[in-house]
């Protein structure tokens, strides 16, 4: 167990349709970071936040955004899904923006119908 | 920006041999480089990391080598165990842009 927590597990909607996931960094974490994963694919960095601001953007679509609150969690805001958004969600924390060890949470899996 | 390349995509080993995955980085801002271990649907665990004012590091089986100059790095796991069986990935922290760009992976098999 990493210590960072993503709900929910499992999320099954339709096209069209807005998801928000949840992230919570390990204790002490002031990083998040959102990565994408489709089937068999690798990890795609979407968005990093260090202490509620943005501090890296990857290839995050119009279509999705991301905040992180003052208590340090962090919600990922799918919108308009489509099929193809059809993925695992990995969100990751470290202790601050330099280059320290990611912790990963177990991951959102999406599935749009 | 930065871009990671990893070979092999998928590579078979006996139970036993030893197993040799290679990324090849872009960007010499790049700082720090962490491998990590994923079995399926479960997520990526950090095995093993390197800086870059470190030109190797090992811990027990597994091994990482940094070649700043050639801007590659790559992972060694010896005696490889069924149990060594996942997809692997490297990454490269670009210290110009905060991002962690990660390899495509390399799905291992150690044949008992």
């Known amino acids: 167990d990493s210590g960072v927590t993503q709900t929910p597990k499992h999320l099954i909607t339709a096209t069209g349709q807005r998801v928000t996931l949840r992230c919570s960094p390990r204790?002490?974490?002031?990083?998040v970071y959102w990565y994408q994963q489709s089937l068999d694919q690798g990890l795609q960095f979407l968005i990093q936040y260090y202490n509620g601001e943005e501090r890296a953007k990857g290839n995050i679509l119009e279509r999705f955004s991301a905040q992180q609150f003052p208590d340090l969690h962090s919600e990922l805001n799918l919108s308009s899904l489509e099929l193809g958004d059809s993925a695992l969600y990995f969100c990751a924390s470290s202790v601050g923006g330099s280059p320290e060890t990611q912790y990963f949470g177990p991951g959102t899996r999406l599935l749009v119908l | 920006g930065e871009n990671v390349e990893q070979h092999p995509s998928t590579l078979s080993v006996q139970e036993g041999d030893s197993a040799v995955i290679k990324c090849t980085y872009s960007d010499s801002a790049s700082n720090y480089f962490p491998w990590y271990k994923q079995e399926l649907g479960k997520r990526p665990q950090l095995i093993i990391d390197?800086?870059?004012?470190?030109g190797e590091k090992k811990d027990q089986r597994i091994a990482v080598t940094l070649n700043k100059t050639a801007k590659h790095f790559s992972l060694h796991i010896t005696e490889t165990q069924p149990e060594d069986s996942a997809v692997y990935f490297c990454?490269?922290?670009?210290?110009?842009?905060?991002?962690?760009?990660f390899g495509t992976g390399t799905r291992l098999k150690v044949l008992a």
């Open positions: 204790s002490g974490d002031l990083s």
């Open positions: 990454a490269a922290f670009d210290s110009g842009t905060y991002k962690y760009i």
């Open positions: 390197i800086r870059s004012n470190v």
